[in-house]
């Protein structure tokens, strides 16, 4: 089935520091998503993404729709220790149905 | 919070015993889904509806079945639950399905000893 690999699978980094990750496949998506999941807690939206080459700010992150539609990035930046947690890429396939494929996950530590 | 709830949020039981996991929203959102997660696989489709009566399969859908006779519950259940199904289950909403956002529960844990 569509696959979607998303790096780093993890990140230890110094409270300050900016963050970026992406996620990238070999299937087009007509919407990605970006969610953060804490421990014991479902996936909470953070981004979501409807068109090519956009671009997207909620606070601190950022987010890109990449232009050929099989890649995405998230950016943190000035990272605090409340930006802990597991992000998740979510791809969306052509269709109406709204079925997601999911990235692995990237886990974030922030050293305070 | 999305207005979905999650019951049971943790349940142990044993191997070949029947269970259902049952989601609800408040939302009056048309599309509903399971996803289960597992360290090394993220998040995986089970089932999901697109309304009432109307189901169909996700990418791992052997042993689960479903059912929504209303638009605000949908029911998972393990016909026969196997240890391999021991697993933390998430239910997901969207008002139209593709081409909008997809709200998560806060999961159901399950144990099958």
């Known amino acids: 089935g569509q696959q979607l690999n998303q790096s780093p699978q993890s990140m230890f980094i110094q409270e300050g520091e900016d963050v970026s990750m992406n996620c990238t496949s070999s299937?087009?998506?007509?919407?990605w998503l970006w969610y953060k999941q804490d421990p014991g807690e479902g996936p909470v939206l953070l981004i979501a993404?409807?068109?090519?080459?956009e671009l997207t700010s909620n606070g601190r992150l950022t987010a890109q729709f990449g232009i050929t539609r099989k890649d995405s990035f998230l950016n943190i930046s000035a990272s605090i220790p409340s930006d802990v947690g597991i992000y998740f890429c979510a791809g969306q396939l052509t269709g109406n149905t709204g079925k997601l494929i999911f990235g692995q996950g990237t886990t974030l530590q922030v050293k305070p | 919070d999305a207005g979905i709830t999650q019951s049971p949020r943790h349940k142990v039981t044993e191997t070949g015993t029947p269970v259902t996991l049952r989601c609800h929203q408040t939302e009056n959102h048309r599309y509903m889904y399971w996803y289960r997660q597992d360290p090394g696989h993220g998040l995986r489709l089970i089932h999901y509806s697109y309304g009432v009566k109307d189901t169909d399969k996700g990418e791992v859908s052997d042993g689960y079945s479903v059912s929504r006779s209303k638009t605000e519950d949908f029911l998972l259940t393990l016909e026969s639950a196997t240890s391999s199904q021991t697993s933390v289950y998430f239910c997901?909403?969207?008002?139209?399905?593709?081409?909008?956002?997809?709200?998560f529960g806060e999961g159901s844990w399950l144990t099958v000893v």
């Open positions: 997901a909403i969207s008002w139209t399905g593709a081409g909008n956002t997809i709200y």
């Open positions: 993404l409807y068109k090519a080459g």
């Open positions: 299937s087009i998506f007509n919407t």
